[in-house]
């Protein structure tokens, strides 16, 4: 999730217009329920109270006025029963019904109940008690909008250590805005159907029910569904019990499940569909992939079936802790904001994350999946059945998994040699973001995360990728055999529990304290010193006296952070001050730290960008001029492939800041001309990229084309004698590096691969039947082609992408489509995202930066963004790292 921003008059405006919609909601949610309420007969209450919208006042301290709930109660278990509609009703509007029993305890006496409730049109509430005495009456029901509360006010007071049971009925509408209980539509056979599914991540599970919605409010949840006879039910728990009823006339299965483990209400889901299923028994866990029912006829959840046992075999032993569930599902929804999200034994994913096609899909499409499975199922421990107590400390729970993933797919795929490629997709990503005056620090205060908006910003760059960093980071440093034992006794004594994330260090520190391992300082006072700052240190090494300085990194030196704390490298050595410097490290770790630095064993585990020099001006030795660059210039190979690839980006980061001459990193491209393997030429890439967006409309674009081109070309004809560009590499990262020779040598112009993709895209369009381009090709080819063509081209892949239900396909050719060089075309391309019924709300944000990234649409996306701010504002303001993305996008 992205970054707080000031609210404008634009953004004002949004904020009415979704003030008039809410009560315009209300309103037709209320005349449903006038109608459902005569209809459902199931409970019946004792009581009924008349709920109130509170008055809009100004800031005060009243309980409901504030964010977090107070710690008067504490829920112990619930009982939900929910009935979504899959057909509208006569005004067009999906609705769901429910009733939900809280049991929960008093924990200091009270005669206020403050439970959340969000878009909830709530018309029954009966208060009762478990003990001797009978519960206090309830007094009034006040709806607070702003803080997302229902308050019941008391006519006497709650008992402190008595329990009492909170019963609600209620009527929500089941929209398609991709949040709480909502549905998603999809087209199968010609035969539209509505899926009814959930993301309650981070505060939606109160658009489902009543909630004590807070990841420490843990308690144990019995979900019952109705449903229409023929769709599946699903949720956390499995299936107790199924039986057919008939409910004021509709034929409908009643599904109850087993009660779920102790757990957030982040973590539930729900699930009603038609989808079809595949299975596997592993060791008497049942392991299920849900989808579309063509998908699994075409066989496109094997690939996640046959990971997702080996992958979570490793976690049991990584952890030492059994999965403590009897199932695992995982279900791949036409509609969802998130790439995955790890409800606990019901993952729900997005298609292009759990689906594989072996014909259609790519190798980067199958490396995603298992490492988003991967990511999901480390979260069924680490999350799960051991939570954050507040999203403050987010950092840990995605940076983990983050790290993890990485570790679990390697199992389930061996041969690919996955863990090296954490240092491109996540140390080299976040050193741009976090090297920014405007980064921030891993964990906050709690007091500075509050309202749901601030919660969504901290699901960012840097609590995934550098907490998955500087958690590898620590891993490496205290060995990874006492980083699984701190973690494996976190987990056991915090199981079913919520944490903060220094219990974590004190299990690492006694980790260590069992061992001869010699840290400098405490666990605790290593990390904090990365996980309470911003930023990371640029480390100078003076390989001829031993001399190491340091200073705080930033890509512009002029800027300065808000609060802007020194960087002292993880507290290896206490100094102070902007510039430090350890002048005689004569110990055996700054001789194994200088050896890691700069010899073959170096494994980019530190985050921090080194430079090596002679002398305190502090150039780096392998790319200064003379025999040290030669070496590295003509000679690459005698240089570990992932340290090439350091090197690079190194390099360019120290330019940009000003730390070295941006010619000198320009110089460490020179080689590419004989380098074949894929991390070093996509850490180039990557950081040419500035280049391009700097100079793509300069007079400098066409001397850079031309450099490029010289430079790929040879790696182009690798692949042309190695593979005839019919065949594929069998190396998992040299296909990776095919794909980068063909787009490199298309995009720079080089006419044998012009005509080749041009060709291979012309056969297509003669026979759409036949696809005569290799998957991992797909991407490139469909770009390029769509680029030197026209109207006819973008044409027939606009009718490819509605004919075809592989997601992965889909995917390929909607951003390729972005790719068109006609004005016009790309307008009428960007009004398409408007439409969900030709651009999902999934896609929408992500088809506009591709717009965004191409020259030519820059400045139409800009103005589309600007004319259409209120309505995307209002679809996607609040949602995943949509939104932050898409502001990035269009103005990079």
Not at 259 to 275: G, N, Q, R
Not at 555 to 564: F, Y
Request: glycine share 6%.
């Amino acid at each position: 999730m992205g970054k707080g921003f000031v609210i404008s008059k634009a953004v004002g405006i949004v904020l009415i217009v979704v003030g008039a919609a809410a009560v315009a909601t209300i309103i037709a949610l209320s005349v449903v329920y006038s109608q459902e309420k005569s209809k459902n007969n199931e409970v019946k209450p004792t009581t009924t109270t008349t709920t109130s919208a509170a008055p809009t006042t100004a800031a005060s301290n009243e309980p409901w006025d504030q964010w977090r709930l107070p710690q008067t109660l504490s829920p112990q278990s619930y009982n939900v029963t929910l009935w979504p509609r899959l057909q509208p009703d006569e005004t067009g509007l999906y609705i769901f019904t429910g009733m939900s029993s809280v049991i929960f305890k008093c924990v200091e006496e009270t005669d206020l109940i403050l439970i959340h409730s969000n878009k909830l049109n709530i018309s029954e509430t009966v208060l009762t008690a478990h003990g001797s005495n009978p519960a206090p009456s309830i007094d009034s029901i006040m709806m607070y909008t702003k803080t997302q509360y229902m308050a019941i006010h008391l006519k006497g007071k709650l008992t402190a250590g008595e329990s009492y049971e909170l019963y609600t009925k209620f009527v929500g509408e089941l929209a398609d805005d991709l949040g709480g209980f909502y549905r998603s539509e999809y087209e199968e056979n010609g035969v539209k159907k509505v899926v009814a599914t959930t993301q309650m991540q981070a505060t939606d599970a109160r658009k489902a029910f009543p909630c004590f919605d807070e990841p420490a409010m843990k308690a144990v949840f019995h979900i019952t569904l109705l449903h229409d006879r023929g769709t599946v039910a699903l949720s956390n728990g499995a299936v107790k019990d199924k039986v057919n009823i008939t409910e004021d006339g509709a034929l409908l299965t009643k599904t109850t499940f087993e009660p779920t483990e102790v757990m957030s209400t982040y973590l539930l889901a729900f699930i009603v569909s038609d989808f079809d299923y595949i299975e596997q028994i592993d060791e008497k866990l049942q392991i299920r992939i849900y989808a579309r029912q063509e998908a699994i006829k075409a066989g496109q959840g094997e690939y996640a079936l046959n990971v997702t046992g080996p992958i979570l075999r490793f976690f049991e032993d990584y952890y030492r802790v059994p999965y403590p569930l009897p199932k695992s599902d995982q279900i791949a929804l036409p509609d969802f904001n998130a790439g995955a999200m790890e409800n606990w034994g019901l993952i729900t994913y997005r298609e292009t994350a759990l689906l594989y096609d072996n014909e259609i899909s790519s190798n980067a499409n199958k490396e995603r999946i298992v490492t988003v499975i991967a990511h999901e199922l480390a979260h069924q421990w680490f999350g799960n059945l051991v939570t954050i107590r507040w999203w403050n400390d987010l950092w840990l729970n995605e940076g983990f998994a983050s790290y993890v993933e990485y570790l679990g797919a390697d199992e389930a795929e061996s041969k690919w040699n996955i863990k090296d490629l954490i240092v491109l997709n996540d140390v080299h990503r976040v050193f741009a973001i976090d090297a920014l005056a405007s980064s921030h620090p891993l964990s906050s205060k709690e007091e500075d995360i509050q309202r749901p908006e601030q919660i969504s910003e901290v699901f960012d760059t840097i609590s995934y990728s550098k907490g998955a960093s500087v958690l590898r980071m620590l891993s490496d440093f205290l060995t990874e055999t006492v980083f699984t034992q701190g973690l494996q006794t976190y987990l056991d004594h915090f199981k079913f529990d919520n944490t903060v994330y220094t219990d974590l260090w004190v299990h690492l520190q006694a980790a260590v304290d069992k061992t001869t391992h010699d840290l400098p300082k405490t666990v605790q006072e290593i990390m904090d010193r990365w996980v309470l700052q911003m930023g990371f240190p640029v480390v100078t090494i003076n390989t001829a006296t031993g001399q190491i300085t340091q200073e705080h990194f930033l890509l512009d030196p002029t800027t300065k952070p808000d609060t802007h704390q020194s960087l002292t490298m993880s507290g290896l050595y206490q100094l102070d001050g902007q510039r430090q410097e350890q002048k005689n490290p004569q110990n055996g770790y700054y001789r194994k730290l200088i050896k890691k630095m700069t010899g073959k064993q170096m494994q980019m585990s530190g985050f921090w960008p080194t430079s090596m020099s002679q002398d305190t001006t502090g150039l780096t030795m392998i790319m200064k001029t003379g025999n040290a660059y030669l070496v590295f210039s003509r000679h690459p190979q005698s240089i570990p492939v992932i340290n090439r690839a350091q090197i690079i980006d190194d390099a360019f980061n120290l330019a940009k800041a000003g730390h070295i001459e941006t010619t000198l990193a320009l110089r460490t491209t020179l080689f590419l001309s004989e380098e074949t393997e894929y991390m070093p030429w996509e850490s180039a890439l990557d950081n040419l990229d500035y280049f391009y967006l700097m100079f793509d409309r300069t007079e400098l674009y066409s001397p850079m084309q031309a450099y490029l081109g010289k430079q790929v070309k040879p790696l182009f004809e690798h692949f042309t004698d190695l593979t005839g560009w019919t065949d594929v590499p069998l190396g998992h990262t040299d296909q990776y590096n095919q794909v980068n020779a063909l787009r490199v040598a298309c995009s720079t112009g080089l006419k044998n691969c012009t005509d080749l993709v041009n060709g291979w895209f012309q056969q297509w369009m003669n026979n759409p039947d036949v696809n005569p381009i290799k998957a991992n090709l797909r991407s490139v080819a469909y770009c390029s082609a769509i680029a030197a063509g026209g109207e006819e081209e973008w044409n027939f892949a606009w009718e490819m992408f509605q004919k075809t239900n592989v997601a992965t396909e889909k995917d390929k050719l909607r951003a390729a489509m972005a790719c068109a060089t006609q004005p016009w075309i790309l307008n009428r391309y960007l009004s398409y995202t408007l439409n969900a019924t030709l651009i999902r709300k999934q896609d929408a944000t992500s088809t506009i930066i591709s717009i965004a990234s191409n020259v030519v649409g820059q400045s139409l996306a800009w103005d589309f963004v600007r004319a259409n701010w209120e309505y995307i504002f209002n679809q996607y303001g609040g949602g995943s790292f949509s939104f932050s993305n898409l502001v990035n996008g269009v103005t990079k």
